[in-house]
């Protein structure tokens, strides 16, 4: 039954545009009503209508400790007792800007914002101040907010909605944001080669995870690492999704690759609005009042975010065996895949980051990932979603576990993930 959904849909349509506050929520790209969400805990959301799902979108990520745990919603509470917001200085942001130097020691001094767009336009503009360049390099594909000199050949909604270049973004705001393509070390090197001297950072996910998941093949973030190096530009990494997810020090733990600046968001404010860039210190001089880098926001720091980051990253950093845990949870999920559709479909995986892709090619790049089959998406989606489980409502996104997915909540999905693929007419 979706029948308040659909009159708040109705509703929502009247006044937001589209009927929803982001795009990919409007379930469009699969055909069907957007659930609107009344409560979640653990692995589970109800809808207004009161149907149950497991849970695998988890905010897009940052619920890694599943929804409303008691630890983090209890510090909350008493947070919200001294007040929402101060625009001034707490201890609470100091002590998160060491948990965060301490578990990804690159970050070694960062800044607190409001979400992750904001932190990558702001760690943009420290790159650029610091090297006083002002050409950057992205990845076709990859995502990195809204900002206007990021919505360029953009993954996530921009993918699903089929606009990877924003209406509204003058050429001259983009026309120094080139364009790579992922996993390919010529379309670099190329950049560089046509640009000489003029590349302030090259920016990257380092698992693309909003073309759908990308992993990096074998040297491709050492050898981005090294050109960066070689050439007078920073290497920033996006880490809005990997953060704290991929292991407690993110990609850069995982890899081995260490960057000159980080971004992070919501995860690092245990899913509340915030977001955080950061790097050396050498670098993070340049902003403002230190240096010229201008940057400012009266709810950056927020008092209650904060305190639901720090109850978070405690939480984890507490028990890291909890990504050996996801790790397991997600092989399962690719086992299953492969099982029922083999090959029919490609499944890319890394720890609790998932995305099965309707094409038989490799998935490895924006190229192979749009050669999808975005109709059979749509119905596996659908199959799910009638069957009590929820997912990214786009191809281009991740499935997203957490730590509370339980192993028979796991074999459950599994099943009707089977159940799914079987019943598509490859
Ligand atoms: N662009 C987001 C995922 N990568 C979706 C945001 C949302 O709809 O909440």
Redesign the pocket.
């Known amino acids: 039954m979706e029948t308040r959904s659909k009159e708040l849909f109705e509703r929502a349509k009247q006044h937001i545009p589209g009927g929803v506050n982001?795009?990919?929520?409007t379930f469009q790209a699969v055909g069907r009503t957007p659930r609107f969400i009344r409560s979640a805990r653990g692995s589970r959301i109800w809808d207004a209508d009161g149907n149950e799902y497991i849970d695998y979108v988890c905010?897009?990520g940052p619920g890694i400790l599943g929804h409303a745990d008691s630890r983090v919603i209890q510090k909350v509470k008493e947070a919200c007792d001294l007040g929402l917001t101060y625009g001034a200085p707490t201890e609470k942001e100091v002590e998160l800007a060491e948990l965060i130097a301490e578990l990804i020691p690159s970050m070694e001094v960062s800044r607190l914002v409001s979400s992750g767009t904001e932190a990558v336009m702001s760690a943009v503009r420290a790159a650029r101040g610091y090297t006083g360049k002002d050409k950057i390099i992205k990845f076709r594909g990859c995502?990195h907010g809204h900002s206007d000199g990021l919505l360029v050949k953009a993954g996530?909604?921009a993918l699903t909605t089929s606009v990877p270049d924003s209406a509204g973004v003058p050429a001259d705001y983009t026309k120094n944001t080139l364009v790579a393509e992922f996993n390919d070390k010529d379309s670099v090197e190329t950049l560089f080669q046509s640009n000489p001297g003029e590349i302030a950072a090259v920016i990257v996910e380092p698992v693309a995870a909003?073309m759908g998941v990308v992993l990096p093949e074998k040297g491709f973030l050492e050898f981005l690492r090294d050109i960066t190096k070689d050439k007078g530009a920073l290497l920033i990494f996006d880490e809005v999704i990997t953060g704290f997810r991929l292991a407690l020090g993110g990609a850069q733990e995982y890899f081995h690759v260490t960057p000159d600046l980080t971004t992070l968001g919501k995860i690092v404010g245990g899913g509340m609005p915030i977001g955080a860039y950061g790097g050396k210190r050498e670098i993070m001089q340049m902003i403002s009042p230190d240096g010229p880098v201008y940057q400012a926001g009266t709810l950056s720091g927020n008092p209650i975010a904060t305190t639901a980051g720090i109850e978070t990253l405690k939480i984890l950093k507490e028990d890291p065996a909890v990504y050996e845990r996801l790790e397991t949870k997600g092989e399962k999920m690719v086992q299953a895949v492969r099982e029922a559709a083999g090959e029919h479909v490609r499944v890319n995986q890394i720890g609790s980051l998932l995305s099965v892709f309707f094409t038989k090619k490799e998935v490895r790049d924006y190229k192979s990932a749009a050669s999808s089959d975005v109709g059979l998406y749509a119905e596996y989606f659908g199959y799910l979603l009638d069957h009590g489980i929820y997912t990214a409502p786009s191809q281009f996104?991740a499935m997203f576990l957490s730590d509370v997915h339980t192993e028979k909540e796991i074999e459950t999905t599994c099943q009707i993930m089977r159940e799914a693929l079987c019943s598509l007419r490859f």
Do not use: D, I, K, L
């Open positions: 982001s795009p990919v929520r905010s897009w995502y996530s909604g909003n996104e």
